[in-house]
């Protein structure tokens, strides 16, 4: 059964670029979208944008500037970076197997990036 | 400001059924298919709808989903203390919000 495994730094220095990396494990990153999403203390989910194993991106129009999604087939992996943070891009980052034109089904646990000096 | 609107809090007492909204336009859930998530605290979401009425293996029954127009519902029969938690709609938008929106989310408190 596929999991998915967020991993990276928890603290980025405000202007920084916060980089996460999402490792598949149990089956192929090949034949899917994967999306990331995050969520703010206290508030509700933000899609962030997603990738297609071929390497193709769609961002959210809002974060578009800022963000890059990458993918490594090689690995597994599939991994964000966004650019400039401020303090309202601290969040729980979740990385998502999404299923084209479809449904978000499978999640990682989450990772807590706090944007602080 | 989410593209689809949800009401922030309801509630029900246990074996109760309510009903969860989900408001959206022509660009969403007009002319796509509506996703319902389960988040409960301190956990990932969980996908507990997809195509707005289908039920992933292992969701109970007491949990449905419909959809009319540019709105679309989740109803939860037979209210328990573990169905209290955040529930999500969502949606491919073929707007310039697109390509995938959340609405804002319902916490849902069993009393």
């Known amino acids: 059964q596929v999991q998915l495994q967020e991993s990276g730094p928890g603290l980025v220095k405000p202007s920084e670029t916060l980089s996460l990396t999402c490792t598949v494990s149990g089956g192929s990153i090949s034949s899917y979208y994967w999306s990331w999403i995050r969520q703010p203390p206290g508030k509700g989910l933000e899609w962030i944008g997603y990738?297609?194993?071929?390497?193709?991106?769609n961002y959210n129009p809002s974060l578009k500037s800022r963000v890059t999604i990458s993918v490594d087939t090689s690995k597994n992996q599939f991994s964000l970076k966004l650019s400039s943070v401020t303090a309202a891009d601290t969040a729980v980052y979740y990385c998502?197997?999404?299923?084209?034109?479809?449904?978000?089904?499978?999640w990682g646990k989450g990772t807590t990036v706090t944007v602080s000096s | 400001q989410s593209v689809l609107t949800q009401p922030p809090s309801a509630s029900g007492t246990p074996g109760q059924r309510v009903t969860i909204s989900c408001s959206g336009s022509?660009?969403?859930?007009?002319?796509?298919?509506v996703y319902w998530y389960q988040q409960l605290p301190g956990t990932a979401p969980k996908l507990l709808i997809y195509?707005?009425?289908q039920r992933p293996s292992g969701v109970p029954d007491r949990f449905s989903g419909s959809k009319s127009g540019t709105s679309a519902s989740l109803a939860i029969s037979g209210l328990r203390s573990e169905d209290e938690a955040d529930y999500y709609c969502a949606a491919w938008d073929d707007s310039l919000s697109g390509p995938w929106v959340f609405g804002g989310g319902t916490k849902l408190t069993v009393l």
């Open positions: 022509s660009s969403n859930i007009g002319s796509n298919y």
């Open positions: 998502a197997r999404h299923f084209p034109l479809d449904y978000l089904d499978v």
């Open positions: 195509r707005n009425n």
């Open positions: 990738i297609y194993y071929s390497g193709s991106t």
